[in-house]
């Protein structure tokens, strides 16, 4: 769809066209300078090269490990599903109401906030508290 504000003021600016001569402001050179390493086609330096000296990523001391194999569990408590009026409580119903991100796939129920109905929670881990409070009021809890 089009909008009217598409063709306002600011979407008439020109291109820049390089080496059409010296009226044009980008002429002979086109704008790259005398000679040189950036002068030339395909010139230039790769990403981090630091002309030579000790790069930063390998001059600065490392610290610290990422395990690859680390779990990200998402937690959730129950003031955060007390609006949702589901009986059923799963992973999809969560992402679809917003309180999971796309990319969380687990999660951890904990006993935070009240609960005053029954629900059938759907989830990978539980804290004890949480797995009594629904327990208590006729709910179900199964663990993947």
């Given at each position: ?28 050179t086109s ?30 001391p ?22 949702i ?7 999809d ?13 687990k999660?951890?129920m ?11 929670l759907?989830?990978?881990?539980i ?9 208590k ?8």
């Open positions: 769809m089009i909008n009217l504000s598409d063709f306002g003021r600011h979407n008439n600016k020109k291109i820049k066209r390089l080496g059409r001569g010296a009226g044009s402001g980008h002429g002979q704008g790259k300078g005398n000679k040189g390493q950036n002068a030339r086609a395909g010139g230039g330096v790769r990403p981090g090269f630091e002309g030579g000296q000790m790069p930063y990523g390998r001059r600065v490392k610290r610290g490990f990422n395990n690859p194999l680390h779990e990200q569990i998402a937690i959730v408590n129950f003031t955060a599903i007390e609006n009026l589901d009986e059923d409580i799963t992973l119903i969560l992402k679809e109401k917003g309180i999971l991100k796309k990319g969380e796939n999660f951890k904990l006993g935070s906030g009240e609960i005053n109905r029954k629900i059938n759907v989830c990978n881990k804290s004890k508290n949480a797995k009594e409070k629904i327990e009021n006729g709910g179900t809890v199964r663990i993947l």
